[in-house]
C-alpha cells in the first residue's frame, strides 16, 4: 500500500521497502509555496507557474527525498509514445542539447544511479517501472492518447531490446490519475480505443447518469503490464483518483490547463 509521507509532500509506494534499492513517489499539492490553480507543491515549469515558485517547490521536494538525487530529469511531454534514454552521453551533453533531447518525449529510462527520472500529470496516469534484475528504472506519461498508443508496452519492450528485460523481473507502479468513475469520453476517444484493439467490455462501461462512455485507464495500462508478462503480484495501484481527490492532488479537469502538475519520480539510489 503506498503512504503519504509525514510531510504530506509526497506518495511513497510500497516497492520502496520490497526493493530497498530504488526510490519511487509522487508528490501531492501540499508543502509547497505556489499559489492560485499551482497551489502549492508545482514542480513543473510547463504550464504558466512562475520559475521562481517552481525553482523553490522543487528544491523543497529534493529535501524531503531519503537520499538527494543528483537532479531531477522531465521531459516536455506531447501525449505521443517516444522514450528517451538517459545515459553517459545525455548527462555529458551540453544544457542545450540536453533540453532539445527533452522535447517531446514521453518515458525516460535509465541505469545511471542518483538521476531521478519524473513525469508531470494532472488526471494523466504515472507509471514508474522497476527492473530488479537489470537494475533499470522507467518513469512513464500515459494520457488516454499514450494509452491507446501502448506507451507502457513500447517503453518495456524498448527495455527489454536495450537490457533484456523480462516481464517476471519487472515491478511496476499505476500511481494517482483520473479514475473511470471520472473519466468520460467522446466517442472519438471510445472508438480509439476500440480500434486499437482494446477489450472494452473490460476498460469501458457506459454511464447513464452522464449519457457518455468512461474509459478505464488505470486497467488500460496494467493489460499492457500483464501482456508483456509482468506478474499482477507485481503491480502496485494507487487507486486514488486525481479528479476526486483535487484538493491534494492536480487535476486539470477540474482546475484547468493553466494549474500545477504532480510529478512521479523513480530513481536508483547511488
Known amino acids: 500500500m503506498s503512504r503519504l509521507s509525514p510531510d504530506k509532500r509526497m506518495l511513497e509506494y510500497a516497492l520502496n521497502s520490497a526493493c530497498p534499492d530504488i526510490f519511487a513517489f509522487s508528490t501531492t499539492r501540499h508543502g509547497g509555496i505556489s499559489t492560485g490553480t499551482y497551489a502549492s507543491l508545482n514542480c513543473t515549469p510547463y504550464t504558466g507557474d512562475t520559475a521562481e515558485n517552481v525553482c523553490r517547490n522543487r528544491e523543497l521536494l529534493l529535501q524531503a527525498m531519503p537520499q538527494r538525487p543528483q537532479e531531477l530529469i522531465i521531459p516536455w511531454q506531447t501525449h505521443g509514445t517516444a522514450s528517451l ?103 472519438e476517444v471510445y472508438e480509439a480505443f476500440r480500434a486499437a484493439g482494446f477489450p472494452m467490455p473490460y476498460i469501458a462501461e457506459w454511464r447513464n447518469d452522464t449519457h457518455k462512455h468512461h474509459i478505464d485507464l488505470w486497467a488500460a495500462n496494467q493489460l499492457q503490464l500483464l501482456d508483456f508478462g509482468l506478474p499482477a503480484t507485481q503491480i502496485e495501484t494507487a487507486g486514488i483518483c486525481t479528479y476526486t481527490r483535487h484538493e491534494d492532488f492536480f487535476s486539470a479537469r477540474r482546475l484547468g490547463i493553466k494549474s500545477g502538475r504532480m510529478l512521479s519520480g523513480i530513481m536508483l539510489k547511488a
Open 85 to 187: 534514454v538517459i545515459d553517459t552521453d545525455y548527462l555529458q551533453a551540453d544544457p542545450q542539447t540536453r533540453h532539445d533531447r527533452l522535447q517531446g518525449i514521453d518515458a525516460l529510462i535509465t541505469r545511471e544511479p542518483g538521476i531521478c527520472l519524473c513525469i508531470s500529470t494532472a488526471d494523466c496516469i504515472p507509471i514508474l517501472l522497476y527492473d530488479r534484475r537489470h537494475r533499470v528504472v522507467a518513469a512513464v506519461h500515459a494520457g488516454w492518447r499514450g494509452t491507446v498508443g501502448r506507451i507502457a508496452l513500447h517503453t518495456l519492450e524498448r527495455m527489454q531490446t536495450l537490457y533484456g528485460t523480462e516481464g517476471k523481473d519487472v515491478h511496476a507502479i499505476i500511481g494517482p490519475g483520473i479514475s473511470l468513475a471520472a473519466f468520460e469520453v467522446g466517442e
